[in-house]
């Protein structure tokens, strides 16, 4: 392939600019390139993602008042970065696979995971919420970048089994410097994997800033990998569904990777557990909160002379009323047996674990006898 | 003596480290601005600067890889690595670069890397934040492997393995962090007991407890309770997991004659094995009893709502210590070849 | 029967596993076209094509990461690591995620990959083209992990490997490839014995000589040897490292009341420690004198001209039997305290 | 840093192309931005770098002769590379480091290393065959692109300590797959290391050809992580010199590092154990048989009025003379004691290695005592 070959994608990196297609005020920026790809994304439609978007930003703060008030142990917050995690999960199909960190919970919601799925790992109740193959979507990862790879090896056995669905791996701007994120580029690229790399460049790897990863737009990395790199603006929802859409028909048509970069802010605290007023200012949050995901949508709907207080209002209900349901969810999940800390190591018997089992079983009895015998007044052999 | 947490403890050792030679640099993720995850290089950075208490991009490889490099420059690199299971990555560059280097180089390189590692359960954490790797590391030859379990250990020890020419993997008690303990902050580094040596944290006759990191405390609180049952238990923290105190734990066993181990870490290739193996050549003849091992289980870590069912504590140590001591315990009955 | 070497007996069952199964792919550096470094792969690009036998970047953790996801899609991925000193940089992706995924989603995803890892010395290679890095992933819950030893082993035990569908990590010893032995190619898996059971590999009465890999040939020519000086050894070759077949360990233990582990890899937190502590715990009343270890050195794997001096060989091992036996040994004298 | 300012280096790769400034015939090709680097290389200096290239041949080819003759366990030739790797060794100061794959004998040969040195451990006769700070050039690394993070490292150093001497890290092409080369970019990079990142991309990973690495130029790969990136004609030792010295230049003078990727061939085996023949044919062979680094320097000087005849009788004198010196060197490398298997694995005192090794030198002397009882016919206590 040579890099002409790449350029006639078209899909080269803006310099020092991405793509939008909504200003933050809410005009409709027009692009030759892009509009074609969400040309059928009516008021509407659009209103749908962004109800979406209202509803996910909801659960998510209705999930850190619960981690406030005890009921889960930690929650990683997606707040700020709605329109590049709604956008890019509504571009996909149902049989495309999803390879997420552990912040996508906007993306779960849109494969159809519901609430006590979605917060059974964060209360520790669980190693998992739900069954990958039900929705399409991993178990999200903690491991930074890690998915990269396991998407691109999903994507490398799509195209021996000739199929046209994709795989698409999300993960952060911290992640770019990982050596797993930058094999998976090379594995990618080798093989013409039909996956999309999305990356949202939140600004922010917990305390650090994007800059101390990488000195370079990150979108400009895809290039030396062999493939094209998008540059997006993550908080336009319509940008990043025209961009996800793009690659995906890239993906499907067996012409391999694309790498897009979502430009976008975390609005909350890295996980419930940190404090970024260590690390950040007011202005900046304040000038981020300037160039919402949400508000733009509103504005240029009506714009589109769709009643746009209505559908505020509308939304807003349903949003309540989804944050109640997981509120209601949460006390649902069942804490987890004693003796279930054995299941699933291994798939197949296995001696070694059937034993250690089996001791921690009697080891459990023993106080269970004890229990017993001191309720009958008896003398327990136990403590 | 000043009463400091274990983790200001550390903060304290690397701010002395830091004043007391130039060479010595901090370096991890979110270590500098920040002060670390857990506060532990709080203030560092801002006292030394950005070149001395390094915030490196997110690759714990990068992190060990160019420390090495750094150490090829001179440098006496202390690198952090956030949570215990963070390290893998850095896997390669430890086992084939940091612990290999001194001898494939015939001595000309040193490599005096400290790898911080905070480690271990109990603190109700999301998965892959509460390992116990410290085996892998033990049995690779060409590192030190120590784990600090008090205030005034974490302090001195952690000056020690900073000033080895050796690579040291420096685990840290992530659950002990907030424990409070009496520091003696002017103590001189000269006269300090060897980070290679156990101590005795409880002298007893009847059976010898050995531990380390997160269990010490347990272990003395099975000690205190085994003792109103008149069991006396001598408990040993074994500090330096490689090498392993031999001496202080045989002398122990031979009065006892009785040994249980405890760690987090699986049962399956642990460094309990190791322990009973190695007691086992030297004090054959005065066993009465086999070893007991009493182990976090042999499964990835569990969800926090399980992780209870998975550590060592009191009452397992304790089961343990029946068992050695053929009390009635909860494999009585059960027939050793079964076992 | 058919007389294979090992290398060949491992083609064959690749062979046989990727006509059985179109879900199984191999992966590794130079394994298509050149047919891998040793050859072992030789001929299955040709015959399956490059879709079933991949020749990939030169990466291990993008070759175990990208196995990952085409297991979640449904393959049998058996990836080849050129060279046990290779495995390093994959160790993240094997212990984070190969060994953790199918507890993580609670069963419902599943790894049957196979990795296999030439493995061990004595073939006079460069440095990180010897070593034996078994210990660390019998340490790894969710992984099973096996040595072969013989041609007719290889064929079977592979096979069993990629149809496991738990991870496994399959060592070969790379010294002893070239080995030849009788191999039954129409031989039923049904029936085989399976990979998980040790096999008693010479009979006797007086000591248990447990090893495996490379060793198992050294272990047979000991026993012989000793047999000459009225010495009966029972050989057990493991094959499982994990789980370990402490049944059949401790039947012949219980018999011989003495234990002899021996294996390349270093002994500090090497198997053989396991190996004792486990059967401790089930014979100690059977032991009539302290297990004892025969381990390469703990040492980072030294040049080519002194690897003889770091492996353990025919009269290491025989030293390692008189001195369980309480015969004249290299130790006579040295206090067992001391030791 | 903004993408412009990296242009304004006017480094980044020219694309389908290479800096070349002699041709394979020996013409010398003009290049306004790469000339003036190499303005001092008259025909004398030009004289000494093929001098280089054709001991360096030699030397190789002996060693490979000292394998076959079972002199050597091991040798993977240079045959090839000799431009690549005198073109940018003779670019370096003493005070550079130098972080090599196994490869680098000629890098080698130019820091000082004597030939016993060089061969030292491919015998086997020792871990390595100099002290690195005698001649300011690290063990060579067999792990794959484990180097490139300890020469960033390194060069890391030099900047908190204010030197403006540089590091430079060579490697292979297939190494641009390994996680640890782009973790160092992502590294020298962000830290603005004085680091010179050479990749001889010698078109060949044993039997893995570079496209499987990588379908882009492996220089394209410097722009995505923020460097500038070279692509040479790594056969030209001219034009690798001026690409190297530009890159050091850039380093010393705080601009950071540089990807330099040198166009080359692998003309023999991977090493002495390897079948070329499995993978590539006699074609490819011939055809960069008609790049050859030397032939064209030797063209060029007779252009420049040299009697290249009467240079080449020279150098081949001197070749020969060179090539006895190694094969005398071979035999006077010591074979190594029994116990210094147990030397430098600590720099301290251990506890347990003390342990073993008194063991170990126990078990080695109960054999002399049976040795020396049986030469006086009594009974040994050992077999
Ligand atoms: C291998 C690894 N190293 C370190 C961490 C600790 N850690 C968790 S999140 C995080 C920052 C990730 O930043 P980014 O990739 O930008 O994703 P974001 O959290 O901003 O969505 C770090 C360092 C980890 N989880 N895994
Ligand atoms: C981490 C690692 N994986 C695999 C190998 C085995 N190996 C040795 S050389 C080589 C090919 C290297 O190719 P390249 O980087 O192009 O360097 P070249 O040999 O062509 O100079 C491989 C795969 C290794 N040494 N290290
Ligand atoms: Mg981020
Ligand atoms: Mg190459």
Redesign the interface.
């Known amino acids: 392939m040579t890099p002409s070959d790449r350029d006639a994608t078209g899909l080269l990196t803006r310099r020092d600019q991405y793509v939008q297609l909504i200003t933050p005020t809410g005009e409709r920026r027009h692009d030759p390139e892009y509009d074609p790809w969400v040309a059928d994304v009516d008021a509407d439609a659009l209103a749908r993602l962004y109800r979406d978007m209202a509803i996910v930003r909801r659960l998510d703060a209705e999930a850190t008042a619960l981690q406030r008030q005890g009921e889960l142990g930690l929650w990683p917050p997606l707040a700020g970065q709605e329109a590049a995690q709604i956008g890019s999960a509504r571009a996909l199909r149902d049989d495309d696979f999803v390879f997420s960190s552990y912040r996508e919970h906007a993306v779960a919601w849109c494969r159809g995971v519901g609430p006590a799925e979605l917060l059974t790992v964060w209360r520790g109740s669980a190693a998992s919420g739900w069954n990958p193959f039900e929705y399409a979507m991993a178990v999200p990862q903690i491991i930074i970048g890690a998915q990269a790879l396991h998407a691109t090896g999903y994507a490398m056995g799509l195209t021996w089994e000739e199929s046209d669905a994709a795989a698409i791996s999300y993960f952060g701007d911290g992640a770019t410097s990982e050596g797993d994120v930058n094999e998976a580029f090379v594995f990618a690229s080798s093989f013409d994997a039909p996956v999309v790399f999305f990356c949202q460049n939140n600004q922010w790897a917990i305390s650090e800033p994007v800059d101390l990863q990488s000195k370079q737009h990150l979108a400009r990395r895809a290039d030396g990998f062999g493939m094209p790199g998008i540059r997006v603006d993550g908080n336009d929802v319509l940008a990043v569904l025209a961009a996800t859409r793009i690659a995906l028909d890239r993906a499907r048509r067996g012409k391999g990777p694309t790498l897009i970069e979502a430009v976008t802010y975390r609005m909350g605290p890295h996980t419930t557990a940190d404090d970024p007023k260590r690390y950040r200012t007011d202005d900046e949050l304040a000038d981020w909160r300037t160039r919402d995901p949400l508000a733009r949508v509103l504005g240029l709907l009506g714009a589109m002379g769709t009643d746009a207080d209505a559908l505020e209002a509308e939304v807003a209900e349903e949003s309540r009323a989804a944050a109640a349901e997981l509120r209601a969810a949460v006390t649902t999940i069942p804490d987890p047996e004693p003796m279930s800390v054995f299941d699933h190591v291994y798939a197949e018997p296995n001696t070694h674990l059937a034993r250690q089992r089996d001791h921690y079983a009697r080891y459990l009895a023993m106080f269970e006898e004890a229990d017993a015998a001191a309720a009958s007044g008896a003398e327990g052999g136990a403590r | 003596m000043t009463t400091l947490t274990l983790g200001k403890a550390l903060n304290e050792a690397m701010r002395r480290a830091l004043a007391g030679d130039e060479k010595v ?1 901090l370096m991890g ?2 270590i ?4 670390g ?1 857990f506060r532990v290089t709080d203030g560092l950075k801002a006292e030394f600067g950005p ?1 001395r208490v390094v ?5 714990e ?2 992190i060990v ?11 006496r690199p202390v690198v952090e690595i956030q949570f215990d ?2 390290i ?2 850095a ?3 430890l ?3 940091v ?12 490599m ?1 890397l400290t790898i911080r590692v905070p480690f271990g359960g109990g603190i ?6 509460s390992e116990s790797p410290e ?2 590391f ?2 690779t ?2 590192l ?1 492997v120590v784990a600090c379990s008090n205030p005034a250990d974490a302090y001195v020890m952690l000056q020690q393995a900073i000033a ?3 690579p040291v993997l420096f685990f840290e008690p992530k659950r002990r962090y907030h424990v409070k303990g009496e520091v003696d902050l002017d103590a001189s580094l000269a006269d300090a007991k060897p980070m ?1 040596l156990a101590t005795f944290i409880a002298k007893g006759d009847d059976v010898t407890l050995v531990t380390y990191g997160g269990l010490v405390q347990t272990a003395r609180d099975a000690a205190i ?1 085994a003792a109103e ?1 008149g069991i006396s238990i001598e408990v040993i923290d074994l500090r330096s997991l ?4 031999y ?1 202080s734990v ?1 002398a122990s066993v ?1 009065r006892t004659g009785r040994l249980v181990v405890a760690h987090e ?14 007691i ?6 005065y ?1 009465e ?5 009493v182990t976090g ?4 870590y ?5 992780e209870r ?2 550590l060592p504590d009191l ?2 140590i ?2 343990g210590v029946d068992r050695v001591l053929g009390r ?5 009955g ?1 027939e ?2 079964a ?1």
Chains 1, 4 share one sequence.
């Open positions: 640099v993720e979110d500098g601005t920040l002060g995850v070149n915030d490196t991009p997110l690759s490889a990068g890889g160019t420390a090495v490099g750094l150490a090829y420059r001179g440098f299971g963070f893998y990555p896997f390669d560059q086992i084939a670069q612990a290999k280097l001194h001898y494939r180089s015939r001595g000309n390189v040193r005096p109700g954490a999301a998965e892959h934040h085996a892998y033990a049995h030859a060409g030190r080895s020419d050796d290679g309770a049952d490689a090498p392993i105190d001496e045989a031979r870490a699986g049962q399956q290739g642990g460094l309990g094995g190791e322990l009973i193996a190695g086992t050549e030297r004090c054959f003849e066993l009893a086999a070893p007991v091992r289980h042999d499964i990835p569990p969800p926090a709502k399980l069912h998975h009452d397992r304790l089961d009635p315990n909860s494999l009585s059960v050793a070849g076992r």
